[in-house]
Nanobody, 124 residues
């Protein structure tokens, strides 16, 4: 069992930056691939970024490539999402997730554990 708690969301103007954190507790954090997803009102949850267990591999949605960076610190049991150049269309609830089986995962159904999410609102 893994518990995930996100933090760092908030209100920011377009072009601004935020850094999300996801703290994990429970079983060995380094055994899990991690990902960030987001869900805007009235839309389905969508993939944002993923990172492999060691941090050597990363994957991004086309909509955030070049603006967002995912990283992890296995000593601190934390995964991060640095978001730069934020746009109003990035407004959503951002959630982190942990996957026990794949090396890296980009699909919702590959993940076993989810956090509650943190709201990110980007004003124009």
């Amino acid at each position: 069992q893994v518990q995930l708690v996100e933090s760092g969301g908030g209100l920011v103007q377009a072009g601004g930056s935020l850094r999300l954190s996801c703290a994990a507790s429970g079983r060995a954090f380094s055994n899990y691939a991690m990902g960030w997803f987001r869900q805007a009102p009235g839309k389905e949850r969508e993939f944002v970024a993923a990172i492999s267990r060691s941090g050597a591999l990363t994957s991004y949605a086309d909509s955030v490539k070049g603006r967002f960076t995912i990283s992890r610190d296995n000593d601190k049991n934390t995964v991060y999402l640095q978001m730069n150049g934020l746009k109003p269309e990035d407004t959503a609830v951002f959630s982190c997730a942990a996957a026990s089986r794949p090396i890296i995962a980009t699909m919702v159904n590959q993940y076993d554990y989810w956090g509650q999410g943190t709201q990110v609102t980007v004003s124009s």
